[in-house]
């Protein structure tokens, strides 16, 4: 009965259109006085615990890393290499969309940024060749989804907080499975993109590549600071993103010189608006967890999965299943910070690799943005694009079919995941 009393007050109150964290909250509520236990200083001590977290100063830096690296002109530089990489190549404007998705994504983290910011630089460019623009729009919603799922990502903090899970763990497992999303665009693209009769862009002499190289180095080398850093245990995740945000400060400032004092005032207000919703999302969520907890949610949910306990490979794709379900109306973050209390304690009672679980859980969240009716990333592309939201749906489904396929493909064979986790370990 619990169940129901807790998914009834959280999909109806986001039915009336109560913002999700509010929805948490009242549902938070609800659970205290179905237990019997309410009392207004537990709530609000649960939620400012929730938030107080060392860990969760990474998203704030993050978010300024990538508003910095957007206004810095890192962006731009990235898609200018990519430009002279590829750019000659028939249907290259697809694939300089692709290479740009996977390096921003080692950048700032973000769907929606990242694929704001390579519509807003493609599009332009890809409707003046003649290529077919829903479908162009379709991609780059498709790889901006990328950026979660490749480190360092704002998503996989969140997963590690609310799942006590190793977030330089997550970071690492999910090199391989957002290389392999990048080269599943590639394919679909090459196929679907082939028949296009579209303008080809002058081949880039090696001078001319060079000097974009040159120009990008600034940019390029910035993954290579954060996740080496990581990597060689120099700095944590949260001392990462300080480094992060710091480095684009002073290569936008000084180097590139396209950022300017002037500008920082907006920049940092974009950066802590968007921080001030997520955090209050996560503090509020994190009161539900407990409650979920205390009410022993889990423990009724792994009675009705007890035939497919000792079964991995079958919870989990039950699982992706129920997620990609979920994406069709909730963003990533609260699907993250709802499931995650639910389905944590049934995955270590099933001896899955937490790890391995959070980026196949990750990476079902993110494919979840593709999908509408709500698709938060569809609608993004579909505001900077100028392209009908249906339009944009049209787009994008061979490249969501493809991410689906290699999704399923993750969960029957882990090893792919798994094995590359251990020697990056």
């Known amino acids: 009965m619990t169940i129901i009393v807790f998914l009834v007050t959280i999909f109806v109150t986001m039915a009336i259109g109560v913002p999700v964290a509010f929805a948490l909250m009242f549902c938070g509520?609800?659970?205290?006085?179905?237990?019997?236990?309410?009392?207004?200083?537990?709530?609000?001590?649960?939620?400012?615990?929730?938030?107080?977290?060392?860990?969760?100063?990474?998203?704030?830096?993050?978010?300024?890393?990538?508003?910095?690296?957007?206004?810095?002109?890192?962006?731009?530089?990235?898609?200018?290499?990519?430009?002279?990489?590829?750019?000659?190549?028939?249907?290259?404007?697809?694939?300089?969309?692709?290479?740009?998705?996977?390096?921003?994504?080692?950048?700032?983290?973000?769907?929606?940024?990242?694929?704001?910011?390579?519509?807003?630089?493609?599009?332009?460019?890809?409707?003046?060749?003649?290529?077919?623009?829903?479908?162009?729009?379709?991609?780059?919603?498709?790889?901006?989804?990328?950026?979660?799922?490749?480190?360092?990502?704002?998503?996989?903090?969140?997963?590690?907080?609310?799942?006590?899970?190793?977030?330089?763990?997550?970071?690492?497992?999910?090199?391989?499975?957002?290389?392999?999303?990048?080269?599943?665009?590639?394919?679909?693209?090459?196929?679907?993109?082939?028949?296009?009769?579209?303008?080809?862009?002058?081949?880039?002499?090696?001078?001319?590549?060079?000097?974009?190289?040159g120009r990008a180095t600034w940019a390029l080398v910035m993954p290579v600071i954060v996740l080496g850093g990581i990597r060689l245990g120099i700095f944590t995740p949260t001392e990462a993103a300080v480094v992060a945000a710091t480095y684009a400060l002073l290569v936008g400032l000084f180097i590139y010189r396209e950022l300017k004092i002037r500008d920082l005032y907006a920049v940092f207000l974009n950066a802590a608006k968007v921080t001030s919703v997520v955090l209050f999302l996560v503090a509020a969520a994190l009161v539900t967890s407990w409650l979920i907890t205390r009410a022993n949610i889990p423990g009724e949910i792994s009675q009705f999965l007890a035939p497919v306990i000792d079964r991995p490979r079958l919870l989990m794709l039950l699982i992706v299943l129920l997620v990609l379900l979920v994406g069709t109306a909730l963003d990533l973050a609260p699907t993250i910070l709802i499931l995650t209390p639910v389905l944590m304690p049934l995955i270590i009672q099933a001896g899955i690799d937490p790890v391995y679980f959070g980026v196949i859980f990750?990476?079902?969240?993110?494919?979840?943005?593709?999908?509408?009716?709500?698709?938060?990333?569809?609608?993004?592309?579909?505001?900077?694009?100028?392209?009908?939201?249906?339009?944009?749906?049209?787009?994008?489904?061979?490249?969501?079919?493809?991410?689906?396929?290699?999704?399923?493909?993750?969960?029957?064979?882990?090893?792919?995941?798994?094995?590359?986790?251990?020697?990056?370990?």
């Not at 002109?73 to 200018?80: A, Q």
């Not at 519509?119 to 623009?133: D, F, Q, T």
């Not at 392209?387 to 993750?410: S, Y």
């Open 29 to 213: 509520v609800v659970l205290m006085q179905w237990l019997g236990i309410f009392n207004s200083s537990i709530l609000s001590q649960q939620m400012i615990q929730g938030a107080n977290t060392f860990t969760l100063l990474a998203i704030p830096f993050f978010l300024l890393a990538g508003e910095l690296m957007n206004a810095g002109g890192l962006s731009k530089r990235i898609v200018d290499f990519a430009i002279a990489c590829v750019g000659h190549i028939r249907g290259g404007l697809g694939l300089v969309a692709i290479i740009a998705a996977v390096i921003m994504a080692s950048l700032s983290g973000s769907a929606a940024a990242d694929s704001a910011a390579l519509a807003s630089i493609l599009i332009p460019m890809m409707r003046e060749a003649g290529y077919h623009v829903p479908r162009a729009a379709g991609l780059m919603a498709a790889g901006g989804i990328i950026a979660p799922v490749i480190p360092p990502s704002i998503a996989f903090i969140i997963f590690g907080v609310a799942a006590n899970v190793s977030i330089t763990g997550l970071f690492l497992g999910g090199v391989v499975p957002g290389i392999l999303m990048a080269l599943t665009l590639v394919v679909i693209w090459i196929i679907v993109a082939r028949k296009e009769k579209v303008a080809v862009l002058p081949r880039v002499p090696m001078s001319g590549r060079l000097r974009a190289t």
């Open 362 to 425: 990750v990476m079902a969240n993110c494919i979840g943005l593709l999908t509408p009716p709500v698709g938060v990333v569809l609608n993004v592309v579909s505001g900077v694009a100028r392209v009908p939201f249906g339009q944009v749906v049209v787009g994008v489904t061979p490249f969501l079919l493809g991410q689906i396929a290699l999704l399923f493909l993750l969960v029957l064979v882990p090893q792919i995941v798994t094995v590359p986790l251990e020697w990056l370990r």
